[in-house]
């Protein structure tokens, strides 16, 4: 049974000092693999007082600062100003601020099972309330290195906190823990935060130009304070691009095991409907735009999710249905049922990382294309993944096996990623490039990585299982999640996509008008792209290279 107490009071309340404590800021890299610790050295060559990016309209960028202070900051309040352009102006809203937590995690490394084991500090969570989880031993120097003494606790609403570091061993099944049991949730507004003397708060900003953004270089402000006094102001200059992004030439899918149920819980699985919404809100606005569906719910559960997905922007037009076992007697059933909310296609889901090379299931995939389905299938062994290529409608590959894509693609069928990682290391670097150019490298038509939460145990805890590490993208809560920063790293992986999509299609705009030279500059730019190793690219000079390159070419029409 999970540990209850309140926090000692030496725990909750800190020493109020005037004032006068002198800040060093310094602007870091929000994607990278590189990690910063409370106590971490970072390099002075990154002290700035200044932010800067450029989004297109609708996207969503994420860049990031750190304060370290000389005294003991009871109260650091982090504070937007609205922007202003020529003439234009974004609300504050415009920069969503948020602290990057250090708590500890059961590894390290990017195996979904335990290749190390330990505690290790690890910045994972994004919080509007730093609060929400207190960790012991957060003075630990090395991220790599276990403190076998660090604990995690999670704040309920009761302001009561949870011990979720235990390490008794569950065995590998999820803990579906109601909320009633378990009522955790974020603050909807980033809260004051306590800064101890000589130490790292790391900040996390997701800059979001919304829709309709005026093209304009937009200037504002961030104020740190205590009290009414300013500490230090950090000066914003964001330049909103005339970028029309298109969504990737890839399809972005996640697998998700959530289904609404008459239960609201902490896992991944049970979900009551708000829970339900707001985590298809997250899945879309982090770039997954069509995720897999759970086949545990009766028709009219299934009907009301399918209609959620469409309110919140997702694609129904190939529905991936993880069924239990794939047979061609629902197809028409489930096609006319589904027809109403877009459903075109019914993907079903064969058995898991097998050998289906055989006259049963050979058998079955055609009865379920006979009847007007489609099948798809996970595999991380070449061989099985290889001798069904002329039968298997979609493959979710565990690796990027460029000949695997082109023997697919010679049926007509697709290919897409998982296992490459799977959602376990806190590396945003990693997800970025695996999940993002990698994928066009390797011709692959789209990603379905496994999964967005699946927990072993308490998804909160990461130490109750022996075996295998929880898989989380975003931690549930009663009304909401809780983000990390390999999703942040995720989304980036798809935004270079996008980047990579509008390149491509003013390219084929300019050779429509005639144009030469940027033409040239610019598909010799993609070929060089296509075949370098992205592991010693900087994704941000690329990304910046593309909107380079699409400025050149949209100013010559």
Request: charged share 20%.
């Amino acid at each position: 049974m999970p540990t209850y107490a309140k926090l000692m009071p030496n725990q909750l309340s800190y020493n109020v000092t005037e004032a006068t404590a002198n800040l060093t800021v310094y602007v870091v890299p929000a994607i990278t693999d590189t990690k910063i610790l409370p106590k971490s050295s970072i390099s002075s060559s990154y002290i700035s007082n200044t932010i800067s990016a450029r989004v297109s309209p609708g996207e969503y960028n994420a860049v990031s600062f750190v304060v370290n202070s000389d005294e003991d900051i009871d109260s650091l309040q982090v504070v937007a100003s609205d922007l202003s352009g020529n003439g234009n102006k974004l609300l504050n809203s415009t920069l969503d601020i948020k602290t990057v937590k250090c708590w500890y995690q059961g590894g390290y490394e990017a195996s979904n099972e335990r290749s190390v084991v330990g505690r290790f500090l690890t910045p994972e969570l994004l919080l509007k309330d730093d609060s929400l989880v207190i960790v012991k031993g957060d003075d630990w120097t090395k991220w790599n290195v276990s403190n076998p003494t660090g604990k995690n606790y999670l704040k309920l609403t009761n302001r009561t906190y949870i011990h979720i570091s235990d390490d008794t061993q569950v065995d590998d099944s999820p803990n579906i823990i109601p909320a009633s049991e378990r009522p955790v949730q974020d603050a909807s507004t980033l809260q004051p935060v306590h800064l101890p003397a000589n130490y790292n708060k790391q900040f996390w900003i997701t800059l979001h130009a919304p829709e309709g953004a005026v093209p304009d270089n937009y200037k504002g402000t961030i104020s740190l304070k205590s009290g009414s006094q300013i500490l230090k102001t950090l000066d914003v200059n964001l330049q909103v691009l005339p970028i029309d992004l298109p969504q990737p030439n890839v399809e972005y899918s996640v697998i998700y095991d959530g289904t609404i149920s008459g239960l609201t819980s902490i896992s991944s699985f049970d979900k009551s409907v708000e829970q339900y919404t707001a985590e298809q809100n997250d899945m879309r606005e982090h770039g997954i735009i069509n995720p897999t569906i759970a086949a545990l719910a009766p028709d009219d559960i299934l009907l009301q999710e399918l209609s959620i997905r469409q309110q919140t922007g997702m694609d129904n037009t190939n529905v991936y249905y993880f069924t239990i076992n794939a047979n061609a007697d629902i197809v028409s059933h489930f096609k006319a049922l589904t027809a109403p909310y877009g459903v075109v296609n019914l993907y079903q889901y064969g058995p898991d990382e097998q050998d289906i090379n055989n006259s049963t299931n050979r058998d079955n995939i055609k009865d379920i294309h006979n009847a007007g389905g489609k099948y798809f299938v996970g595999e991380w062994i070449y061989s099985y993944a290889d001798s069904v290529a002329d039968v298997v409608d979609l493959l979710n590959a565990g690796d990027l096996w460029p000949e695997m894509a082109d023997k697919y693609h010679s049926y007509g069928h697709k290919i897409y990623s998982y296992n490459n990682p799977q959602v376990v290391p806190d590396a945003p670097e990693l997800f970025r490039r695996n999940y993002g150019l990698a994928l066009w490298q390797a011709d692959y038509d789209g990603t379905m990585d496994y999964a967005y939460q699946n927990s072993m145990g308490d998804i909160w805890n990461d130490f109750d299982c022996n075996q295998f590490r929880d898989h989380v993208f975003a931690y549930p809560t009663m009304n909401g999640v809780v983000d990390t920063t390999k999703w942040e790293g995720f989304r980036e992986g798809v935004n270079d996509m996008r980047y990579l999509a509008a390149l491509q299609n003013e390219i084929a705009a300019a050779k429509s008008r005639g144009e030469n030279t940027t033409v040239t500059e610019a598909e010799n730019y993609l070929a060089q792209l296509k075949s370098c190793n992205l592991e010693d690219q900087d994704l941000d000079a690329i990304r910046s290279q593309m909107i380079d390159h699409i400025l050149m070419l949209s100013s010559s029409s």
